[in-house]
């Protein structure tokens, strides 16, 4: 028997709590106790604890209320999409890669729910490029969850990047009070880290303001403190590099015994899933590269076109572009009797889209935005309102705020007040036609906005991509070799710059030549990359390594240099790229006994316990184990890090390495020797 006491201001109450078997006498003598105490009782009879916990968690957390709170959330999410995209609105699972774990039959939101069931904390990352389905991927969890009719009430929030100082923490506390704002903070602590309420956040990296580990670090250590117990996270986020890199990899390892990290990175969209058999023929009938067409946005556009819609875009992508962007404006002028043509409404919202490239944000306010419109574009307002009726005109600020409320925007996601671009497909090609138009060849801009605009202008003509391509030369040159390669091909259909003593990891590059002309790859290791249709350029690879790498439909040109190629733990399909590369492959390692180690594995060790640093470094990112060792050695280093790991010293996660204790114990005998 259980007694539960609740205090609410005035009232005190008790819930009696009789399991089977007890005797009743012991029953009477509570109650006589309660009603002494002038405590209002119910008895409850329940035949275990575990149903207890899930009553008392149904009444105090209003679990039918905020189920129906939730999924009408969801239903304006979808009602939301619909009206943006022009069309009916369908998740279309994408391909995905989760570590060992491959697209097969499963989807990627039956993937995540299967992991939230699993016992025990767990963090899960998903990860995705600008407008690949992070947003749409976490409302199916949701709705899924939801659907799946079990205890769990997701909190579930959406941060949008603003020019206020944001931290996690608060985004959480102000959640928790959004959702259950009469219940005590703690008592909500203990239910999430029970697994009872997972935590969603979409949009993790716009509260990041760089790609350092510190701007994340704090964030992370909140995350950190909820994983406890049976707690589930769920975080989407742009592939960014503090994901990547040494200091994130020594944070899991830190914490690998108080919870799991599971990573999900989602791939370019099928386009026969989207738009069926018949209609990718005729795309590919058209002779335009299905690439160019594998955008959400676009694919969602013309899965609900007519036919004869369908047959004027498929042959031209800037059609294709037009006629969406054409639909949205045409649209406004009749909505919100707009006297503005399109080439007008455009420049307005290029004009919008150049204050947030400037001062680094994505939403605002709605009063800011239209201040923004207003100042901008005073002339052009003043021209418009003079087509109005005399009786019909409306004020500057009165016109300024309808053009707030167009269609090119929305509110980001459960805020009232944060508006910005509808979908990163549309901010992205206003941030790229800014570009182009500034034509400033040494612009400098963040990560984020490089994304937006180069994987929105992927689908645009050959003429503009190499224009946009050719501005952004200068500042790709300061971001990671990944971003650069990705943004390369999407705009150049190509490596179109040289890398050297390079480490490249988990990207996927379709149709285009790897490099083209004019680029070179020298001392380059690519690490878990998946190539569709590429041409790869045998005479401009020196000492290139491809380990476990995935080679769809790829073909292979000209003659090898000296040392041009290795492979190891690779996989192909419709080619045989190893072959036609004439790449030599990692020789077996054989397991010897001892813990000697030759100069290629002493020098990956070196990277665990650098000289001159008084303790070893647990963890590492694998392209850490690669630094040090000379352009030609990169092939020896590959073997070196397979022998330490067959002998035991290091393991080998999905993107980093970690000293297992025998292996800390050689490095400090014999390195401290050396």
Not at 240 to 257: K, M, N, P, V
Not at 287 to 309: C, I, K
Not at 457 to 462: D, F, G, K, P, Q
Not at 586 to 612: K, N, S, T, Y
Request: charged residues 25%.
């Amino acid at each position: 028997m259980r007694v539960y006491v609740f205090r609410q201001g005035y009232f005190l109450n008790a819930d009696v709590v009789v399991r089977p078997n007890v005797p009743e006498v012991d029953v009477r003598a509570v109650t006589a106790r309660l009603e002494a105490a002038e405590i209002a009782w119910t008895r409850r009879t329940f035949a275990t604890l575990s149903e207890v916990e899930d009553q008392l968690f149904t009444g105090f957390f209003g679990a039918t209320g905020a189920r129906e709170r939730l999924q009408a959330h969801y239903d304006a999410f979808v009602v939301d999409q619909t009206e943006s995209l022009g069309g009916t609105y369908a998740y279309i699972p994408c391909p995905f890669d989760s570590g060992p774990h491959r697209a097969g039959d499963q989807t990627v939101v039956e993937h995540l729910v299967e992991a939230i069931k699993v016992p025990g904390p767990r963090l899960l990352l998903v990860e995705a490029a600008a407008g690949y389905g992070k947003t749409c991927t976490a409302y199916e969890l949701l709705s899924s969850v939801l659907a799946a009719g079990g205890p769990e009430i997701p909190i579930f929030t959406e941060l949008a990047k603003n020019r206020k100082a944001s931290i996690f923490k608060y985004v959480l506390l102000d959640e928790i009070d959004r959702n259950f704002s009469l219940l005590n903070l703690e008592l909500v602590m203990s239910e999430i880290r029970s697994g009872r309420l997972p935590v969603v956040v979409d949009g993790f990296d716009e509260l990041l303001r760089s790609d350092s580990f510190d701007d994340a670090e704090s964030m992370l250590a909140t995350i950190g403190e909820l994983l406890v117990g049976e707690a589930k996270v769920i975080l989407t986020s742009r592939k960014t590099a503090i994901f990547a890199g040494d200091a994130f990899h020594q944070w899991l390892e830190d914490r690998s015994s108080q919870f799991e990290v599971m990573r999900v990175s989602l791939d370019v969209p099928s386009i026969a899933d989207w738009l069926g058999e018949d209609r990718q023929r005729a795309l590919l009938d058209s002779g335009v590269p299905l690439a160019q067409f594998a955008n959400p946005v676009l694919l969602t556009f013309l899965r609900n076109s007519s036919d004869e819609d369908f047959a004027a875009c498929c042959v031209d992508t800037e059609r294709l572009v037009a006629k969406y962007f054409s639909s949205l404006l045409d649209r406004e002028q009749d909505r919100q009797a707009l006297p503005l043509t399109r080439e007008e409404q455009l420049q307005v919202f290029h004009n919008l889209a150049g204050n947030m490239m400037d001062l680094d944000f994505t939403s605002e306010s709605r009063e800011l935005l239209r201040d923004f419109i207003r100042d901008g574009n005073r002339r052009l307002l003043v021209e418009a309102r003079s087509r109005y009726k005399a009786a019909d005109r409306p004020s500057l600020d009165d016109l300024a705020d309808t053009l707030a409320g167009h269609a090119l925007l929305d509110r980001v996601g459960r805020s009232e007040r944060a508006v910005g671009f509808i979908n990163d497909f549309v901010f992205g090609c206003m941030l790229g036609d800014v570009i182009c138009a500034r034509n400033d060849d040494e612009w400098l801009g963040p990560e984020s906005q490089v994304d937006l605009a180069a994987t929105a202008y992927e689908v645009r003509s050959s003429v503009k991509r190499a224009k946009l391509s050719r501005l952004l030369a200068f500042c790709l040159q300061a971001l990671s070799p990944e971003k650069r390669l990705e943004t390369e091909f999407r705009l150049g259909r190509g490596a179109s710059s040289s890398y050297s003593d390079a480490f490249i990891e988990g990207v996927t590059l379709s149709d285009g030549r790897l490099p083209e002309r004019g680029g070179r790859f020298e001392a380059v290791v690519f690490r878990r990359c998946t190539f569709h249709r590429v041409e790869i350029a045998r005479p401009l690879l020196e000492n290139v390594g491809f380990l476990e790498c995935n080679f769809f439909d790829c073909s292979v040109h000209g003659e090898p240099t000296v040392g041009g190629a290795w492979t190891g733990g690779c996989t192909e399909a419709g080619g045989d790229v190893e072959s036609a590369l004439g790449a030599a492959t990692l020789p077996p390692v054989e397991h010897e006994d001892g813990p000697a180690f030759d100069e290629h594995e002493r020098q990956v060790l070196r990277q665990f316990w650098p000289i001159g640093r008084a303790n070893a470094s647990r963890t590492k990112a694998i392209r850490t184990l690669y630094m040090g060792t000379s352009k030609s050695a990169r092939r020896e280093t590959a073997r070196a890090i397979q022998s330490l790991r067959k002998k035991g010293l290091i393991v080998l996660r999905s993107d980093y390495g970690a000293l297992t204790p025998d292996g800390l114990r050689e490095i400090q005998t014999n390195l401290e020797e050396s």
